[in-house]
């Protein structure tokens, strides 16, 4: 007869400091020839090495496991005894009895494999990333970001969110689900809610110069996975890829998961050189790039050079998708024109995608970004959503669409225009009076950061990796040049994001920078 497993052991309040014992299944079975004692003791042995019961974790008392166990309390008390003079357990007085710290298996470097794991060259084999990932897997999980501490300056790349009008927003959520329509409540259609669609569109007519029809217009989950969702649409594996070089990290992994072939490609003045790709790669089968501000030097691309890439993309009947990240964000002249417009009303117009988010503008865990697709591939990208299962949440979907159609978007992003033109001033004065001689900080007509270049005596000693270790060390966070290159870099810098960075702290920001890299010498 075997009796019930104990089910719920460790049950009763935890001492302060312990955590509560998770459930066993322990059963002893009186039929066997083994002693009851000793097979309480192999089952809690072997919990405790398979990592079932953490060390420090309280065991129950033996009248409580006893009970539970529908056993003699001597059994419980001799299997313990064993586990205790043995240093699997320990007791405290007043206390209870613990899963001991350390393990006789390990400080004797003894300690089994766990369950389902296999010991030796075929633990190795099974384990290592070389065989349990595919080459475009092995090449993804290289893709790893620099990851930076809580310091705000001056990391890249971040908007200010504290002054997002977030009572307005609050407002419009509650007025829109307090009692939501059932339109609302279904599933939707995958290329996004109508009302958003039409609202961004109407923008894109004001604000860009744009003209589309809503239907053009596709609601995805950032301008990240708009990007990888055109890419796995349009691209066989092997097909040959512009790119910028440098240009943004976050375009490599969906080309590699997509088997693509990135051909990286310089930048001069005037923004990517056409004539290098037309050289290197004449029939690619698409081009990525941000002409309007490129990220991360900040070069706009002539509108010769605009109307080159243009030209490029219908004879080689190419695809240009166009990322504008942050075209919102200008500080002199008039915003510049888009391909998208440039190529309205020619053949060319047919090979443009344009890619916008939210995330730069508002807040980035909205997560809502769009596409502006050309009719042809209005089905196909509606299609591909639904497959994909990555459109965005329904529930911020109408917030949006209002606080657009309100006027309350255009409020912000003039707000916050003469919030960040006025931070960057802010930054380009902090960098003369503390960063002078070490590095060159020229001022930008647009976007959230700017470039640093490394002045010749501080490259002389460090490389723009280097500099941002030290910079690290020393409370601020910054970003290298280096990393944005998908080959050997050719140029050494710094990116200093402003946006999300008070002007006091800019000051400290940069006099600690300064000083850092002084004592560097």
């Given at each position: ?6 089910s ?7 001492l ?20 009851l ?7 809690l ?25 529908g ?18 357990l ?8 613990f ?5 006789p ?12 794991q ?14 349990l ?8 999980t ?9 310091e ?14 977030f ?17 609302l409540l279904?599933l ?16 894109l ?9 809503w ?23 092997g ?20 088997a ?10 005037e923004?990517?050189?056409?004539s ?15 002409p309007?501000?490129?990220?991360p ?17 219908r ?33 060319e ?28 591939l209005?089905?196909?990208?509606s299609?591909?959503q ?5 459109q ?7 917030v949006l669409?209002?606080?657009?159609e309100?006027?309350?978007f ?8 003469r ?34 270049w ?11 990796r280097?500099?941002?270790e ?22 050494q ?8 960075v ?9 006099r ?6 002084r004592?560097?010498?």
């Amino acid at each position: 007869m075997t009796a019930r497993p104990a089910s719920a052991l460790g049950a009763g309040p935890p001492l302060p400091g312990r955590r509560r014992t998770p459930l066993l299944s322990l059963a002893l079975d009186r039929g066997s020839a083994t002693a009851l004692q000793q097979q309480l003791y192999d089952q809690l042995r072997e919990v405790i090495l398979a990592g079932g019961l953490a060390p420090g974790s309280r065991l129950p008392s033996s009248r409580a496991l006893a009970a539970e166990l529908g056993c003699s309390r001597n059994t419980v008390v001799t299997a313990f005894d064993q586990l205790l003079s043995e240093g699997y357990l320990e007791g405290q007085a007043g206390s209870g009895t613990f899963v001991s710290r350390v393990l006789p298996e390990d400080l004797l470097g003894l300690a089994p494999a766990r369950p389902g794991q296999k010991e030796g060259k075929a633990a190795r084999e099974t384990t290592d990333p070389k065989t349990l990932l595919s080459a475009r897997g092995q090449a993804l999980t290289a893709l790893r970001r620099r990851r930076h501490g809580p310091e705000r300056a001056f990391l890249p790349g971040i908007p200010e969110t504290m002054e997002f009008p977030f009572d307005i927003w609050t407002r419009l959520h509650s007025r829109l689900w307090r009692h939501p329509s059932a339109s609302l409540l279904r599933l939707g259609t995958p290329a996004g809610l109508q009302t958003l669609r039409e609202a961004i569109a109407r923008y894109l007519a004001t604000f860009r110069g744009m003209t589309c029809d809503w239907r053009q217009v596709i609601v995805t989950t950032g301008a990240q996975q708009a990007l990888d969702m055109m890419i796995q649409l349009l691209l066989e594996p092997g097909d040959r890829v512009w790119i910028e070089e440098p240009g943004y990290p976050g375009i490599r992994g969906p080309l590699i998961a997509a088997a693509a072939d990135p051909v990286p490609l310089p930048l001069d003045g005037e923004g990517l050189m056409v004539s290098q790709g037309r050289r290197r790669a004449p029939s690619a089968r698409a081009a990525i790039v941000t002409p309007t501000h490129h990220y991360p030097l900040g070069t706009t691309m002539s509108l010769a050079r605009r109307l080159e890439l243009l030209e490029w993309a219908r004879e080689a009947g190419a695809w240009i998708l166009e990322d504008d990240y942050d075209s919102e964000y200008r500080y002199a002249g008039r915003p510049l024109a888009s391909l998208w417009s440039l190529a309205a009303g020619r053949e060319e117009a047919a090979r443009v995608i344009y890619v916008g988010s939210f995330s730069k503008v508002l807040f980035p865990s909205i997560r809502i970004g769009y596409l502006v697709v050309p009719e042809s591939l209005i089905d196909a990208a509606s299609a591909a959503q639904s497959a994909l299962g990555t459109q965005p949440t329904a529930v911020l979907q109408p917030v949006l669409a209002a606080f657009i159609e309100e006027g309350h978007f255009a409020t912000h992003v003039r707000r916050m225009r003469r919030l960040y033109a006025a931070r960057q001033a802010a930054l380009v004065a902090a960098a003369e009076r503390h960063l002078a001689g070490l590095l060159e900080v020229p001022a930008d007509d647009a976007g959230l950061h700017l470039m640093a270049w490394l002045a010749p005596e501080l490259a002389a000693r460090l490389d723009d990796r280097a500099v941002t270790e030290t910079a690290a060390e020393a409370g601020v966070a910054i970003s290298p040049l280096s990393d944005y290159f998908m080959g050997k870099p050719d140029r050494q810098g710094l990116l200093l994001g402003y946006a999300a960075v008070p002007e006091d702290e800019i000051e400290i920001g940069a006099r600690r920078l300064g000083e850092a890299l002084r004592a560097s010498r």
